[in-house]
C-alpha cells in the first residue's frame, strides 16, 4: 500500500511480557517517528530515526522501551517486561528527507493493552 | 519545554455553522505547526502544515493562520459538515528532527 503500515492492529499481554511493535513506513521515507498516545490524549514523541541512525530517543519513558530501524526502512519497538502504563496505542509516522518541511504521515497504530 | 494547549476540549455544533478551533504553544521559537485530523480507531491525517515564515495556509473550507510572537494557531473551517467530526489535533514542531508536540485535541461534532 501507500501509506504507513503497522502490525500488529491490537495487542493484548499479560504485565511482564515483552511485545514488538511494527512499523513498515512510506516507500522512500527517510524519516520515522514513534508517538504514544494515551487514551483522550494527544501523541507524545518517543523516538527519531533517520535511516538507520536513531537520532533522538528522548522521549522513551525508561530502558525498558527499545526501537530498531536496522536496515532503514521497517522499525520495530520492542517493550520488555511490559507494565499496565505501557497501555496506549502506538503510533508510527514517516516523512521525506527534510521532515521539517514535510507533513508527517501516520499509521492507524498499535493498540497495546497490558492486562 | 514545550507546552501545548487546545481550547476548547470539545465543540458541537449545527450543520452549516462555521468552526473555530484554537491552539496556543508556550515556546514561539517553533519550525512549523501542523493541524491534524484524527477519526476513531486511526491514526492521524495531516490537515496543513504552517511553516514559521508563513502567517496562514488554506485548503479547500480550510484555513489555519499562525501568530508566532503570541504563540497562537487558530483552525477555521467554512461550513461545517457532518463528515468533519472527529478530533482535531495541532502539533508544533522544532528543527532538529521535527519530533513534533501535540495538544491534548478538540473533539467536534457536526449534528445534522
Known amino acids: 500500500g501507500a501509506g504507513v503500515s503497522q502490525s500488529p492492529r491490537y495487542k493484548v499481554a499479560k504485565r511482564g511480557q515483552d511485545v514488538a511493535l511494527r512499523c513498515d513506513p512510506i516507500?522512500?521515507?527517510?524519516?520515522l517517528f514513534w508517538y504514544q498516545q494515551a487514551l483522550g490524549q494527544g501523541p507524545e514523541f518517543l523516538t527519531y530515526?533517520?535511516?538507520?541512525?536513531?537520532?533522538?530517543k528522548s522521549g522513551l519513558p525508561s530502558d525498558r522501551f527499545f526501537a530498531e530501524r536496522p536496515e532503514g526502512s521497517v522499525s520495530t519497538l520492542k517493550i520488555q517486561r511490559t507494565q499496565q502504563e505501557d497501555s496506549a496505542v502506538y503510533l508510527c509516522?514517516?516523512?521525506?528527507?527534510?521532515?521539517?518541511?514535510?507533513?508527517?504521515?501516520f499509521g492507524d497504530g498499535t493498540r497495546l493493552s497490558i492486562l | 519545554k514545550q507546552e501545548v494547549t487546545q481550547i476548547p476540549a470539545a465543540l458541537s455544533v449545527p450543520e452549516g455553522e462555521n468552526l473555530v478551533l484554537n491552539c496556543s504553544f508556550t515556546?514561539?521559537?517553533?519550525?512549523?505547526l501542523q493541524w491534524f485530523r484524527q477519526d476513531p480507531g486511526k491514526g492521524l491525517t495531516s490537515l496543513l502544515l504552517?511553516?514559521?515564515?508563513?502567517r496562514e495556509q488554506t485548503s479547500g473550507r480550510l484555513n489555519a493562520s499562525l501568530d508566532k510572537s503570541s504563540g497562537r494557531s487558530t483552525l477555521y473551517i467554512a461550513a461545517s459538515q457532518p463528515g468533519d467530526s472527529a478530533t482535531y489535533l495541532c502539533?508544533?514542531?522544532?528543527?532538529?528532527?521535527?519530533?513534533?508536540?501535540f495538544g491534548g485535541g478538540t473533539r467536534v461534532l457536526v449534528k445534522p
Open positions: 516507500s522512500g521515507h527517510v524519516s
Open positions: 502539533a508544533v514542531g522544532k528543527a532538529a528532527g521535527n519530533k513534533l508536540t
Open positions: 530515526f533517520q535511516n538507520e541512525a536513531q537520532l533522538d
Open positions: 509516522a514517516s516523512s521525506p528527507r527534510d521532515p521539517s518541511r514535510q507533513p508527517q504521515h
Open positions: 515556546d514561539s521559537a517553533i519550525y512549523n
Open positions: 504552517i511553516q514559521s515564515s508563513q
